[in-house]
């Protein structure tokens, strides 16, 4: 079975979580993803800054997002799949917590992402309606 090492996006980079919002959407933009991951001063994953996270929680409140760090968005623990388990390990984890995109760790090092659509090239086409179907319901 295909693990998430092989299907992974590798070299994922962070959003301090002492960095600003603003610096988190250039980023964004300079590296073209939706999503960043939030580490800490430690190193270790604190979280996931989407672009929806900016907007909603920031823009759409009418918060300053020069002003705002990335660490004030991480919500509960980090939602993580090890580097060495499987495209049904993905699926379930994905399915469960209704995320798109998971951090990939090896020990406690951040390694890649795995998103909804490298799993989607994984998998069975009936396993990928069932992904799609479960991350699009409420």
Known sequence: MTT???IMTGSA???GAEETVLEAAKKMTQLG?????ICGTDDKLKGMLTDRDIVVK???VGKDPAQVKAGEL??????TIGADDDAEEIL???????????PVIDGHRLVGIVAQADVAR????PKVGELLQALSSD
């Open 58 to 60: 920031v823009l759409g």
């Open 33 to 37: 993803v939706g999503a960043l991951p």
């Open 74 to 79: 991480v919500q509960g623990e980090a939602v």
């Open 122 to 125: 994984a998998l069975p086409d």
């Open 92 to 102: 379930r984890t994905m399915t469960s917590h209704k995320v798109r995109r998971l």
């Open 13 to 15: 980079e962070c959003i």
């Open 4 to 6: 998430a090492r092989e």
